[in-house]
C-alpha cells in the first residue's frame, strides 16, 4: 500500500500532468477535478508498491484512464434508464502569445479548431492523440496505459492526425 509520504511525492511530481489529462478527458473542470481526487485516493486503496524505475507516471495515467472510462460507462447506463440533460460550459482557457492582436485571435481560432477537432474524435483515437501531443509520452508508454500493442497505437495516432487535418483543411485553414 503506498504510503503518505510516497502519495505525497506522486502528486508532486506527476499532479500537474495527471489533472492535465483529467482536464483533457472529461472537457470540465469539476468533473477532472473529481476524476483526478479519484485517481489518488484509488491509488492510496490499491496495495502498490512503486518502482520508481519503471515510471510510475504511466501507472497513474492508466488508473485515470481507467476510471474515467468506468465513469462514462456507468453515466451512458443511467441515461438509458434515466435521461437527463447536461450543460457544458465551455472552455476560455486559450493559449495566447505575444504579437500583434490579428495573430493572437488566428492563433486562439486555430487553437480553438483543434480542440474542437480532437473532442469530436471517437474515444480510442482521442487517448492516444491526447497521451502523445499534450503529455509528450512515447509510444510504448502509451502502448502500456492503454494496453494495446504498439502497432494499434501508431495506426490510431495516423487516423487522428489525418482526420485533424482533414477537419481544418475543410474549416478553411490551409494546413
Not at 35 to 52: G, N, P, R, S, V
Request: charged fraction near 30%; charge should be negative; glycine fraction near 4%.
Amino acid at each position: 500500500m503506498l504510503n503518505a509520504r510516497e502519495l505525497e511525492l506522486c502528486v508532486d511530481r506527476f499532479g500537474t500532468d495527471i489533472y492535465r489529462f483529467c482536464l483533457k478527458m472529461c472537457t470540465d473542470r469539476q468533473d477532472a477535478e473529481d476524476l483526478y481526487q479519484q485517481t489518488f485516493l484509488k491509488a492510496m486503496e490499491k496495495e502498490w508498491t512503486l518502482d520508481w524505475g519503471q515510471n510510475p507516471r504511466a501507472l497513474f495515467f492508466s488508473l485515470a484512464h481507467y476510471i474515467w472510462k468506468s465513469s462514462k460507462r456507468k453515466s451512458a447506463r443511467r441515461a438509458s434508464i434515466a435521461p437527463c440533460s447536461n450543460l457544458e460550459e465551455e472552455q476560455t482557457n486559450l493559449l495566447r502569445a505575444e504579437g500583434s492582436p490579428e495573430e493572437d485571435y488566428l492563433r486562439e481560432e486555430l487553437f480553438f479548431e483543434v480542440n474542437r477537432l480532437i473532442e469530436a474524435l471517437p474515444e480510442k483515437i482521442r487517448v492516444p492523440i491526447t497521451l502523445y501531443y499534450l503529455f509528450e509520452l512515447p509510444i510504448e508508454e502509451i502502448a502500456q496505459i492503454l494496453e494495446k500493442p504498439a502497432g494499434t497505437i501508431k495506426s490510431r495516432l495516423f487516423k487522428g492526425r489525418k482526420i485533424i487535418k482533414k477537419g481544418l483543411e475543410e474549416s478553411g485553414y490551409g494546413i
